[in-house]
């Protein structure tokens, strides 16, 4: 018995003390005195940040102007950044930016003020796997009137990211953008975009493989749609279908094999184009079920130009189960129509719809060969059908 009263005794200030951690008011045991620790300048040797503060409330890092990153970083889960007015986060060619942390932690960058574009911007300029956002969430940012940095999150130069779980909202202009041809994503999946004044995604024709269907991007941003900037693809891609549309703007050249899935939907924007070369090629199979559209982002007679097949006679050039409508507006002589083939193209298509084209359905020139395999609409395309 004297024994147990003994043990009792030596465990019972151990017992009160991790009460008293417990039971401090809301600061999870920290101490109120201690302050987040400020970040600026640049970072050229590798860090480690850590947790500071039990409490997941409080701030433990500051981001106070360009915090530039040229060294490894890493990020612990449940830290908490606090960005101040126009503080950006530039991770160079020699550093790299891994921040992941956990469902239950998260974490988090955000502005000082609960302000769209109170801050401006992430940027990941460095060519290193390790830089991730996983289990991340990032709000206010934005801010930048850069051309080259209109968002919270930018890929540049050749820059490469994988982003899984992340959530970016209350961006001032576009809430993720790739801003070079050679960045490109290493993962993307399960993100959530959401509250952005501009465009939730914005990408280039060659980044489209890499987005996912779990990605949510039409939650309240000023065009629900991921935007996409032509430019030319050199290497197969996978088109899948999105929680919402692509919007094609400018001039995408296809030099490798493009493959669009069942479901997915494509709106062209003003005088947008797609233009199948000699060494690539233009596969859209959907179902009956799930049709592929590729249509006007405004339903106007030659909202956009065309789908040309200039010069491409792979087989893969096939249409199954799509629709497309309201192009015909180039008033090119090989090109006026929705779609068109020229230099000895070929193009198959079944179970599809040419519609509302402001001057032909398909236009066939220069011994290209369109093999119509039957169950194909035509309707109100205005100079005709097809002009061969």
């Not at 009263?5 to 019972?12: A, N, P, R, S």
């Not at 915090?67 to 889960?77: G, S």
Request: contains cysteine.
């Amino acid at each position: 018995m004297k024994f147990n009263k003994l043990l009792l005794l030596l465990f019972l200030p151990l017992f009160f003390a991790a009460c008293d951690k417990d039971d401090d008011n809301g600061n999870g045991g920290d101490d109120p005195n201690l302050e987040p620790i400020v970040l600026s300048g640049t970072q050229n040797a590798p860090i480690v940040l850590e947790n500071l503060f039990n409490n997941p409330d409080r701030v433990d890092y500051i981001v106070n102007g360009n915090w530039r990153i040229e060294a490894p970083v890493t990020v612990e889960p449940g830290v908490r950044f606090m960005m101040t007015s126009g503080a950006t986060i530039q991770v160079r060619s020699t550093g790299s930016f891994n921040v992941v942390g956990e469902i239950d932690r998260p974490i988090i960058f955000e502005g000082e003020q609960a302000t769209d574009g109170f801050w401006d911007y992430i940027t990941f300029e460095s060519n290193n796997p390790n830089n991730r956002l996983e289990n991340v969430i990032i709000r206010h940012g934005g801010g930048s009137s850069f051309n080259s940095y209109p968002a919270s999150v930018v890929l540049r130069n050749n820059g490469q990211l994988a982003m899984v779980n992340t959530e970016i909202a209350n961006s001032r202009r576009n809430g993720f953008l790739i801003g070079d041809n050679d960045s490109r994503m290493s993962e993307f999946r399960e993100n959530i975009i959401s509250d952005c004044e501009f465009y939730p995604i914005s990408i280039r024709t060659s980044h489209l493989g890499f987005i996912d269907e779990n990605t949510d991007f039409t939650r309240n941003n000023g065009f629900n749609q991921i935007r996409v900037a032509g430019n030319t693809v050199n290497t197969n891609i996978t088109v899948r279908p999105a929680s919402g549309p692509y919007l094609f703007t400018d001039n995408s050249r296809i030099e490798a094999g493009l493959e669009i899935l069942p479901g997915t939907l494509i709106q062209m924007g003003p005088s947008a184009r797609i233009e199948i070369r000699s060494t690539g090629s233009l596969m859209a199979i959907g179902t009956p079920e799930d049709r592929i559209t590729i249509t006007g982002e405004q339903p106007a007679k030659g909202y956009w130009d065309y789908i040309y097949f200039n010069g491409s006679n792979s087989s893969d050039n096939q249409f199954k189960f799509v629709d497309v409508s309201y192009g015909g507006g180039s008033t090119f002589n090989c090109c006026g129509a929705n779609i068109a083939l020229a230099s000895n193209a070929f193009f198959s298509m079944e179970h599809s719809s040419i519609t509302h084209s402001q001057r032909w359905g398909i236009r066939i020139r220069g011994n290209s060969t369109y093999e119509d395999l039957g169950d194909n609409t035509f309707l109100e395309n205005e100079l005709g059908n097809i002009d061969d």
